[in-house]
């Protein structure tokens, strides 16, 4: 039916089945190389690649805590959370998002490229995950979204906590502020367990307690589809509230401080004498905290930081000067506990002091005359601890000097303190190679040369004189506490140690300290009040040494630092104010009326309450 | 036409069951692929069993008719596909950037698909007509011609990958009759200088789909993405699988091509190394009965369509899996009887009616 007889006799069987058989074995390569591909990938990388699939699978969404409140001492809040406002868009509900880009930017008046800056990845393939793209937008074009949410499919808001400092640059030193955490902070090990898109403290209490505000994130795991389409929450964990922190600072008194500081730039403290409590802390010139909130912008960076005044810097711990007449209270300390005078010792000043082949003077021309000790500080006579210092020397008004708590920290709870300076001969011959030289003890007598003081020591060291003998270490934070009260840690007064000054000399200086406000020729004479209970002693930080007769009309950046610490009243002190006037000329004239201010504000603060 | 009863003795069950046995699990895998996608109209595992039930009809056809009459006719099976090939460059319907399919009624065919079948005849009927020990350069030129045009055609469509499945047929059947050492030289070293000529011609996308394969994680979320997603859906199964409609990747949709090109991942995720294991000895079992009935067939055309056909489905296993599992280049090669796809559906069931055509009719001598 079919005939093609002859092709069967060409059909020769055998050479295919031998092909067959060679190809057979080929085909079962082939097979094992894919089984063994399998074999590697769902077996030996299985685990891994399980992973992976998870990975895809699941997405964890993080919940910010809301940081904790700072509050000052009686319960005033200082730092607040404020909303502030991200605008997202959904690239799948939003179905032609230039169009829905150009419609927000119209509305709202931004030019095509401000909303377009975190424009990242609209197409990364995910629709329903909402991309950023416009951060803290104001609430006036708050407004404007959510009255035209219409128009604008896929735009959604996005609450985020901004922090509010209510006093603004007033206390911008002891608050700080805050800023996403940067890249050199994330790989240290003070940061491990923080996360690349974290907030965290960058100066000030924000920084020191940054543990504390921050709270513990919470997160939601939930099943994504290829989309990014939510499908189901797999777990939920809350985050947990930072806590709260209560500061010593009194909200009124660090105004009326502010407001009496009228100077160019400088730095004042309040401090309670009996617990070292830090009142008040005020730095100018300052800056606006609340410009840091969501990332400041780079020209504004850098007129902060450019600025020759420095605005960023917390002069009263950080500021290093040399005391200037105020370590005078530490020479007459030193010297009548080593015994080498009595209150009484009498020294003949005429004004100049010689000291080898140089000659020092006196600030008074004409000198003192025969005075006391009480006399020498009332009147700050120079040519009396120009005595004092050689009777000394440099090691043992170093020695001193450290029980005083200078040349090292004090361990306020701020970041960045300095350790100020206190010289001794071995000091200066590993320094500069030089032995000491008889005459830098002379000056260092009397606060001058290579003495170096930050403020909140120098008046930590004061209360001490005024509290009878306690040095107390200074104390900015009171109590932390949970959101709901409880408290976390509490910080009370701590005692550094007690001042090696007996009682009895302890109250010859400070009747000095008084006398030198109260009694004629006294230096503090402008901190007089009706009540006589003001204690207080001037200084005067050389910057470069002067000839004399010069002091007039020199450029600002020469002048000297005016200071001035006082206490009140003289029988039992409740503050002590430190004012340091950067290139005010002489303490007194200077420094002193801003401290009166303060004194006055704060007994008028007193009598309201 | 009579039709032997012999004819219903000698049917072959075994290659019936393997072929249903396999579009079976495919259906099943259809039906998970397609458990999670609300997309509205039929479902793709009814659509496949259409097809399926289609494709049974089409093979009785094919099987009832002496495969000699099919030989026969090769030449004119040819030129048709050819035709239709021409109809697709003139009025197919433009896909993905290509231009591969033709509307029928309502219903959209790939003659590219067919081409494969019919150049699996065309090589039969042309090598048992030179059944000769040692091949001549007129040969090689007539060969190149008829296996040319389709390629031309169909890289140009472009689908580089169904082009480059014709020429390995094309070689595979050389290889098979014996064509000769010095010919296959020529060919390869002529393929060998082209090579990188055709690099010029290629598309964008298919330079791209070159180079992602030899790097998949270069661009992870644009051209890499879908055999990273495949090698992760296949390696997460495991040992036994995640479980029937559990494969994450496949439910929540990060494999892409689920119900066409990456079907078998859809497999592996959900039944481990144990049900891939198991698909693969099947389709071990079908490529083996196919060379049997090579061997056992009674003359050169039955032997050349019978081997043909085999080859046919096992480059398809091998291209396909191959390609899912990362060891070859992303291209649309689909896994025989698994993958949802109507015209390959059709031409892999008349593939099997000529199996089952040359199986059954090896013993009936003719009158």
């Known amino acids: ?609 | 036409m009579k039709i032997d009863r012999r004819l219903f003795a000698n049917f072959d069950w075994v290659l019936l069951g393997l072929v249903l046995l396999i579009s079976g699990i495919g259906i099943l895998n259809l039906y998970s692929a397609g458990y999670n996608l609300n997309a509205g109209g039929e479902p793709f595992y009814t659509k496949q069993m259409s097809w399926i039930l289609l494709g049974l009809v089409v093979m009785v056809i094919t099987f009832s008719i002496d495969y000699h009459i099919i030989i026969r006719h090769a030449y004119l099976i040819y030129v048709v596909s050819l035709s239709l090939l021409l109809l697709v460059f003139f009025y197919g319907n433009i896909t993905h950037g290509s231009q591969r399919w033709l509307l029928l009624y309502g219903f959209s065919f790939q003659p590219s698909e067919l081409m494969k079948l019919a150049i699996i005849i065309v090589l039969a009927r042309y090598f048992d007509d030179n059944m000769e020990r040692e091949y001549r350069f007129g040969n090689l030129v007539v060969l190149l011609t008829i296996v040319g045009i389709p390629f031309f055609m169909i890289a140009r469509q472009p689908d580089l990958g169904t082009a480059m499945f014709l020429m390995i047929l094309f070689l595979s059947m050389a290889v098979f009759v014996g064509v000769g050492r010095k010919f296959l030289i020529y060919f390869t070293l002529g393929g060998l200088i082209l090579a990188p000529l055709c690099w010029f011609f290629l598309k964008d996308y298919q330079r791209e789909r070159i180079l992602t394969f030899l790097n998949p994680e270069r661009d992870p979320l644009g051209a890499g993405y879908h055999i990273i997603q495949s090698i992760i859906a296949i390696g997460s199964g495991g040992i036994w699988g995640k479980g029937f409609l559990k494969g994450t990747q496949t439910q929540l949709r990060f494999l892409p091509e689920q119900q066409t090109d990456f079907a078998f991942s859809v497999f592996a995720e959900e039944w481990g190394f144990g049900g891939v294991f198991a698909l693969m000895f099947i389709f071990l079992m079908l490529i083996l009965w196919g060379f049997k009935i090579t061997r056992y067939s009674r003359d050169l055309p039955g032997a050349l369509l019978a081997f043909g056909v085999t080859i046919f489905v096992f480059w398809g296993i091998f291209i396909n899996v191959g390609m899912v599992v990362g060891i070859f280049p992303v291209v649309g090669i689909p896994l025989p009887f698994f993958s949802y796809g109507g015209s390959s559906m059709m031409i892999l069931m008349i593939g099997a009616g000529l199996l089952m055509n040359v199986s059954m009719r090896r013993f009936i001598l003719q009158p």
């Open chain 1, 1 to 609: 039916m079919f005939g093609n007889q002859d092709r069967l006799t060409n059909y020769d069987p055998g050479e295919f089945r031998e092909k067959i058989r060679l190809i057979k074995w080929l085909v079962l390569l082939a097979f094992f190389i894919l089984i063994s591909r399998l074999w590697y990938l769902q077996v030996v990388k299985g685990d891994n690649l399980r992973q992976r699939s998870e990975n895809n699978r699941i997405r964890i969404h993080e919940i910010k805590p809301l940081r904790g409140l700072i509050m000052d001492t009686h319960g005033n809040i200082l730092v607040d959370n404020q909303s502030s406002f991200d605008i997202s868009i959904i690239p799948e509900a939003a179905k032609n998002i230039e169009d829905v880009m150009n419609t927000l930017a119209r509305l709202c008046g931004w030019g095509p490229d401000a909303i377009f800056c975190e424009n990242v990845s609209l197409k990364s393939g995910r629709p329903f995950v909402p991309v950023r793209i416009g951060r803290n937008i104001g609430r006036d074009k708050l407004a404007i979204v959510e009255t035209n949410s219409m128009d604008l499919p896929g735009v959604v808001v996005d609450v985020v906590p901004v922090r509010e400092y209510i006093h603004g640059e007033t206390m911008a030193h002891i608050l700080g502020y805050v800023g996403d955490i940067s890249t050199s902070e994330l790989g240290g090990d003070a940061y491990s367990g923080y996360r690349s898109d974290d907030i965290v403290g960058k100066y000030g209490i924000e920084k020191y307690l940054d543990g504390y505000l921050k709270g513990e994130r919470g997160g939601e795991q939930t099943e994504v589809d290829a989309a990014g389409r939510r499908l189901n929450v797999l777990g939920k964990t809350k985050s947990v509230s930072g806590h709260n922190v209560l500061l010593t600072i009194d909200a009124d008194l660090q105004k009326i401080c502010w407001d009496a500081f009228d100077e160019k730039a400088g730095t004042v403290i309040v401090m309670d004498p009996h617990t070292g409590s830090v009142m008040a802390l005020i730095n100018k010139p300052s800056f606006e905290p609340n410009l840091f909130n969501r990332g400041i912008s780079g020209e504004r960076w850098k007129k902060l930081t450019t600025n020759p005044l420095c605005p960023l810097q917390n002069r009263a711990v950080s500021g290093q000067y040399p005391p200037g007449s105020t370590y005078k209270l530490l020479v007459a300390a030193a010297a009548l506990e080593e015994g080498l005078i009595k209150e009484n010792t009498k020294i003949f000043c005429d004004g100049t002091y010689r000291m080898g082949d140089r000659t020092f003077r006196c600030w008074k021309k004409g000198g003192h005359g025969t005075i006391d000790l009480h006399r020498a500080i009332v009147e700050s006579c120079d040519v009396y601890f120009y005595n004092l210092g050689e009777m000394l020397g440099v090691d043992k008004m170093a020695e001193y000097a450290a029980k005083f708590g200078f040349g090292y920290t004090t361990g306020i709870a701020l970041p960045g303190e300095k350790e100020g300076l206190i010289p001794t001969k071995e000091w200066k011959l590993k320094k500069y190679g030089e032995p000491w030289q008889k005459g830098e003890t002379t000056s260092l007598s009397i606060g001058q040369g290579f003495v170096l003081v930050t403020p909140v020591q120098l008046l930590r060291a004061y209360c001490a004189i005024a509290n009878g003998g306690i040095l107390y270490k200074p104390r900015l934070i009171k109590r932390i506490e949970t959101v709901n009260g409880q408290v976390v840690r509490d910080f009370p007064p701590e005692i550094e140690r007690n001042l090696p000054v007996s009682k009895k000399h302890i109250d010859v200086l400070k009747y000095a300290l008084w006398g030198a406000v109260n009694e004629p020729h006294g230096t503090g004479g402008i901190l007089k009040r009706e009540e006589k209970d003001v204690c207080g002693k001037t200084g005067t930080a050389q910057v470069i040494s002067l000839q004399e007769n010069e002091s007039d009309d020199i450029p600002y950046r020469f002048r000297d630092h005016a200071l001035l610490v006082c206490f009140v009243p003289y029988k039992d002190p409740v503050i002590a104010v430190l004012v340091v006037v950067e290139h005010g000329g002489h303490g007194g004239s200077v420094s002193a009326p801003i401290a009166r201010r303060i004194v006055d504000g704060y007994f008028n603060l007193k009598r309201k309450e």
